[in-house]
């Protein structure tokens, strides 16, 4: 049977110990500390051949800026001192979800050095280990295969892009992740999503992973029939993964539908040749073209015999011309012009006409144009014609970035295979099978068993209980609810407060452990009532504290002697009209009271008082 | 640790060798990759296979594991570069001695294989051939910690025959561990040189995309070509970033970091120039000029000079026992230059039985000065010579270059205090 999509994942994991090879804290931080800068070579192998991806990478020449902060940052991650032994815990920490995973682990651990030479390591590879292969995980009763389970040091963070120079801060570099790939087994996105759930709960369970942005990322692997595997690389939505991958499904069959066009019309690989133009153009009105050239840029162009309307078809569905001006930014430039999107962008129809008279085009004919400094904008359109070529062939391998849309954009070709060589400087490490004995007799709770014991002690439902536990707030419930009166109020908190505060644009980042407890002690202490909670949320969100959301929303909790005072005033303001209805008027007069009171006693509490005053009123 | 018997045994039966394919079956399982050398660390049961991925995996073999030879390495044919040389540039010579500053890198097996030949270097740092002509030649190849005053003696030969025969610059990359040493003795040895003599590390080996190796290389040929200097030079990183080189005077540079870049300092003086990434060079300390004479090495050494690190409580017994079978001694001492009052009186006996005694100091910044304290008059009056502001290393290669020239004490005396090669230095700025 042939699959509409093949996919696979590979999960990302920070873990919560020290750095994987030297003793410093892994946390980010915003101090910059001390720079240095440096640059990458791609280094030569055996057969003089460098790597395809490492040479894209070198192609941009860039350099690169390290930041390096204190007591997160040390020689080790400057690349001035040999790593020391692995971090201990994380190895732990990897062996564990390997077991949970079913997989079967190495004798004997050996890390690698995998080549990467976009700057955001500073010794130019990643260290990495193969720490298990052939596990499963089961979703839906469907059994998805675990491929291999790894050990690696996370890359240093890029803070700044500026012209062709990377500034990276060293904090992130070397905080040990995990890495769990699993087999191509997936051919429903939402399944995927659930896969990456599932594998974020074991992992959560070991109660030795990051919490947080970021610290948890998906690399998806999609391939349609007749397509190519893609790599969509360092998604941290994991609510995006299905959108992420019906676009590419999209995408794809796209370039198969240009590929099948461009053959029938019988077109030919385009020749990779820049043509200066940028006399034809001088006198251009054009902001690109203009700045460009006052620059002391170039206009480069080149023809596209038989593109035409591939680049951008008039129901936008077909977009070669977009994946071009993608390869094109690769290289440093804004973009490309294509005759598909012209007279557009300050170019008029006689400037277009010029450049096909100049071109000698015909109607099926195409061009692609690009302005900047000759340095870049030559590469860049060479690059751009290099991409169209390929659009003859199909879909082309390659590593792309997600954007917080839903879609994606080119970032380099995917990487070969012989990128990696040993670590030498790492010892490897022995695991001894009695050492696995004792951590399969000592596993953390599994996802099922924690699901099944929150119903059991806290007598919430079971689908609370599953969900609390799939999105992973299983452990924070745990803590806020210890008094058992909260568990209610806690789930209901985290599965329709948190999610609504999202859909708001709140910044749940904000919202970390120590603030949810505090609110909630807070609460049980009768700072205030229950529903002023998604209120109290949604300012410490913005950064403020306990107090002062408590303060600045006038939640001050008041005694009942003030409630009965502002009850009462209220009753008074509209007193013929509770003559009239008696106790008819409870219910109308509610949702006037609550506007006063909301946040400063309970609900229900209120509900009473006003219930007592109207009588008493009354009986008056 | 090697192999065990068994895993010996799989291997021999299977006559897989490394870089075959092979196919390895362990406790019902199979796997299959590329057989990788045996680690020094691993287990001795444990065969390391590189599987498809590029991931090393380790597996313990046992009674019912099975290896089989799936196919041969393949033989691969290194595409020989020429090495492109205008004909109207200098010539540079490159003297091999084991450092592996240029290498390839087998990413099938792991192996770091050492670039020597001229068209090796040209293949891993193709800029060389934009500025000078290549010549090169392997003088030994071994680990620099393994170097003996044998080694110097042959390297300067070496190095004298390439400037004779007209060098613009001889450049000897070099294990860093011991390239202080090297580079001193070679200062010594050679005397007057008509062109530079460019000893060259890398703190991070070349396999490594940050290695430090590629950038150190290209600025030894350019300070070899441009600048109009000529000595023995030590040239590496001037800071951590690749920002720019410094270039030292053989005779004054000391590895003082054990992993860092910058790890080489010049001790007691600045650095002679300093040379920044795209060949901005800066001198920062006079230097003697290129000539065309020739270069008339000496290179007599005696080797049997001890350096001894003196430490509070030192037995006397240790510098005794050196001294039997030793012709010389160099102490590094504490501040001044200081030892204990019982050494002072065996140092005396070693330097009455015509064996001279230098004082450096451990301090390393620094002049040593025996006329300050009392322990430091008794040295002088037992005769210790004052190694001045000499680096403890350079003293002993000089101490050994001398007592290769003359046994008799005075002139010995004489020489050490005398400076040859920049190694004393007799000012110094705040």
Redo the contacts between chains.
């Keep these: 049977m042939t699959h509409p999509v093949t996919v696979g994942i590979e999960i990302h994991q920070q873990l919560d110990t020290c750095k994987l090879f030297c003793s410093c804290r892994s946390q980010l931080v915003e101090e910059e500390g001390s720079q240095?800068?440096?640059?990458?070579?791609?280094?030569?192998?055996?057969?003089?051949e460098i790597d395809r991806a490492?040479l894209a990478q070198a192609e941009r020449r860039m350099h690169f800026t390290y930041q390096a902060p204190k007591g997160v940052s040390c020689?080790v991650e400057?690349?001035?001192?040999?790593p020391h032994d692995a971090d201990a815990e994380a190895m732990q920490t990897v062996l564990t979800v390997s077991t949970m995973l079913k997989a079967?682990i190495?004798?004997?651990?050996?890390f690698?050095?995998?080549?990467v030479?976009d700057g955001s390591n500073?010794?130019?590879?990643q260290r990495?280990?193969?720490v298990a292969?052939?596990g499963t995980v089961d979703i839906n009763g469907k059994n998805i295969g675990i491929l291999?389970v790894?050990l690696e040091e996370d890359a240093a963070r890029k803070v700044e892009t500026k012209d062709r120079e990377v500034t990276y801060r060293l904090d992130r570099l070397g905080i040990p992740l995990i890495e769990i790939a699993t087999a191509p087994d997936m051919h429903d996105p939402e399944d995927v999503k659930e896969v990456a759930q599932r594998l974020g709960s074991i992992l959560r369970s070991t109660r030795k992973v990051k919490r947080g942005l970021g610290t948890i990322r998906e690399d998806i692997n999609i391939s349609i029939p007749g397509g190519a595997r893609v790599e969509i690389k360092g998604a941290q939505d994991l609510g995006l993964i299905p959108t992420y991958i019906r676009n590419e499904m999209e995408r794809q069959s796209s370039l198969i539908e240009i590929k099948r066009m461009l053959n029938e019309r019988g077109a030919k690989p385009v020749t990779v040749a820049a043509r200066d133009i940028s006399d034809l153009l001088k006198s251009s009105k054009s902001k690109v073209i203009v700045s460009a050239l006052s620059k002391g840029g170039k206009v480069f162009c080149a023809p596209l015999p038989l593109f035409a309307g591939t680049m951008r078809s008039a129901d936008l569905r077909l977009r070669l011309g977009a994946e071009m001006a993608q390869h094109a930014r690769s290289r440093g430039v804004a973009g490309i012009f294509h005759s598909d999107e012209l007279p557009a962008y300050g170019i008029t129809a006689d400037e277009v006409q010029m450049i096909r008279k100049e071109l000698a085009l015909g109607d099926m004919d195409a061009f692609a144009l690009c302005a900047d400094q000759a340095d870049r904008a030559k590469p860049a359109l060479l690059a751009a014609l290099a991409r169209a070529n390929q659009a003859l062939v199909g879909v082309p391998e390659e590593t792309r970035d997600p954007l917080p849309d839903g879609t994606s954009v080119y970032s380099r070709p995917l990487p070969g295979?012989?990128?990696?060589?040993?670590e030498?400087d790492v010892?490897?490490i022995?695991i001894e099978p009695e050492r696995l004995m004792t951590i399969a007799s000592n596993l953390p709770e599994l996802p099922e068993a924690r699901t099944t014991r929150l119903v059991r002690e806290y007598g919430i439902n079971e689908q609370q209980s599953r969900q609390l536990v799939r999105e992973g707030y299983d452990d924070i419930f745990e803590e806020v609810a210890k008094d058992k009166g909260m568990a209610a109020v806690a789930a209901r908190t985290f599965l329709s407060t948190y999610p609504e505060l999202q859909k708001e644009g709140a910044d749940l980042d904000g919202l970390t452990g120590t603030t949810v407890k505090e609110a909630f002690s807070a609460l049980l202490s009768g700072k205030f009532a229950k529903e002023a909670l998604p209120s109290v949320l949604r300012e410490l969100a913005k950064g403020s504290s306990v107090e002062g959301a408590v303060s600045s929303l006038g939640l001050a909790a008041i005694d009942q002697g003030e409630a009965e005072r502002i009850v009462d005033a209220m009753i008074h303001e509209r007193a013929d009209f509770v003559n009239e209805k008696g106790m008819g008027s409870v219910g109308p007069l509610m949702g006037v009271a609550m506007k006063e009171l909301r946040g400063k006693i309970d609900g229900k509490e209120a509900a009473d008082l006003l219930k007592r005053r109207i009588e008493a009123f009354l009986k008056a | 640790m090697s192999y065990s018997e068994r895993a010996r045994q799989l291997l021999a039966s299977s006559q897989a060798r490394e870089g075959d394919t092979v196919r390895l079956k362990v406790r019902g399982k199979e796997h299959e990759g590329i057989l990788m050398p045996h680690h020094e660390f691993s287990h001795p049961d444990v065969i390391v296979i590189k599987l498809k991925s590029g991931y090393n995996m380790g597996l313990k073999v046992d009674e019912g594991s099975e290896l089989t030879l799936e196919s041969r390495a393949q033989e691969r044919t290194k595409k020989a570069k020429d090495a492109v040389n205008g004909n109207d540039l200098p010539t540079v010579s490159f003297l091999g001695t084991g450092g592996t500053i240029a290498s390839y890198v087998d990413y099938r097996t792991g192996a770091v294989h050492p670039a020597l030949k001229a068209e090796e270097l040209v293949a891993t740092v193709p800029e060389l051939s934009e500025i000078c002509r290549m010549r090169s030649h392997v003088v030994f190849s071994i680990f620099s910690e393994n170097m003996t005053p044998q080694n110097w003696q042959t390297l300067a030969s070496a190095v004298a025959d390439e400037l004779n025969d007209g060098a613009e610059g001889v450049i000897v990359p070099h294990g860093t561990d011991t390239l202080g040493f090297t580079s001193a003795a070679l200062s010594f040895m050679l005397g007057d040189v008509p062109r530079s003599v460019l000893l060259v590390g890398a703190q991070r080996s070349s396999d490594r995309p940050s290695s430090d190796s590629y950038i150190n290389l290209l600025s030894s040929a350019r300070f070899c070509v441009n600048a109009n200097a000529a000595e023995v030079f030590a040239l590496m990183h001037g800071e951590s970033s690749d920002s720019y080189v410094h270039i030292h005077r053989g005779t004054k540079v000391r590895k003082m970091h054990t992993s860092r870049r910058d790890a080489f300092q010049s001790v007691n003086c600045a650095p002679v120039a300093r040379l920044g990434m795209q060949g901005e060079l800066e001198i920062l300390s006079e230097c003697k000029p290129k000539s065309r004479t020739k270069v008339v090495p000496d290179t007599r050494m005696e080797k049997d000079v001890a350096l001894l690190y003196f430490y509070p409580g030192m037995s006397t017994e240790i510098v005794k026992k050196v001294m039997e079978d030793h012709k010389g001694l160099i102490m590094a001492g504490t501040g001044l230059g200081h030892v204990s009052r019982d050494m002072v009186h065996v140092l005396k006996d070693v330097i009455s039985e015509g064996k001279p005694v230098v004082m450096t100091s451990q301090c390393l910044g620094g002049r040593v000065n025996l006329n300050v304290y009392d322990t430091g008059r008794d040295l002088l009056s037992a005769g210790v010579i004052p190694g001045e502001d000499m680096l403890p290393e350079t003293a002993l290669i000089k101490l050994m270059w001398v007592l290769g020239r003359t046994q008799d004490m005075p002139e010995v005396e004489k020489e050490m205090l005398t400076d040859r090669r920049a190694e004393i230095s007799r000012r110094r700025d705040l």
């Design positions: 240095f800068r440096r640059r990458l070579r791609p280094t030569q192998s055996e057969m003089g490492a020689l400057a690349d001035e001192e040999p079967s190495m004798d004997e651990v050996h690698m050095r995998k080549i030479i500073t010794s130019g590879f990495t280990a193969l292969v052939d291999s790894c295979a012989g990128r990696m060589y040993p030498t010892r490897p022995i």
